[in-house]
Every structure is written in structure tokens, then in C-alpha cells.
């Protein structure tokens, strides 16, 4: 569980960070509902469906990294620096 940690607290390794958890939280959804799509309903997994697979994770690790990086410019986070 320490990269599990590691993931979603601050510097400090003890504070969670709203940002990095509400974003594991949104993938691990996003994960469990493809999953439950493609194996409890048998959709088709195809090019376009592997594109858009690949789109939605670019921006949600995009609006992830651009939460924690503008948390860190305006000195949110907690810890030392």
C-alpha cells in the first residue's frame, strides 16, 4: 500500500490531497464501468472504443496534474517546502 500512499497524500506522506484522491477515485470508477461494459455486457471492443479509451485518460491525467500543479503554485500544499 506505500505506492498506494505515496499516490494520493502530499509531500509530507500523511495529508490526502483532494486533487490526487478525487482523480484516483474518478479512474477507479471510470475502470470499474468499462470493465462491467465490456465483460458484464460483452460490448465490442474496437479501434474507436480503444481511442476514446486513451482520450479520456490523457485528460483526466491532464486536469489531475493541472489541479496539483496550480495547488502547488498557490502554496495549498501541506508540508514542507
Known amino acids: 500500500m506505500g505506492f498506494l500512499n505515496n499516490l494520493i497524500t502530499e509531500r509530507d506522506n500523511k495529508t ?25 455486457q460483452h460490448a465490442a471492443v474496437d479501434i474507436h472504443l480503444l481511442g476514446e479509451y486513451i482520450q479520456h485518460m490523457s485528460l483526466l491525467t491532464a486536469v489531475g496534474a493541472t489541479g496539483t500543479g496550480m495547488k502547488s503554485m498557490l502554496g495549498s500544499d501541506a508540508g514542507p517546502r
Open 16 to 40: 490526502h490531497c483532494p486533487v490526487r484522491v478525487g482523480t484516483f477515485l474518478t479512474a477507479f470508477i471510470y475502470h470499474a464501468g468499462a470493465f462491467w461494459m465490456v465483460l458484464g
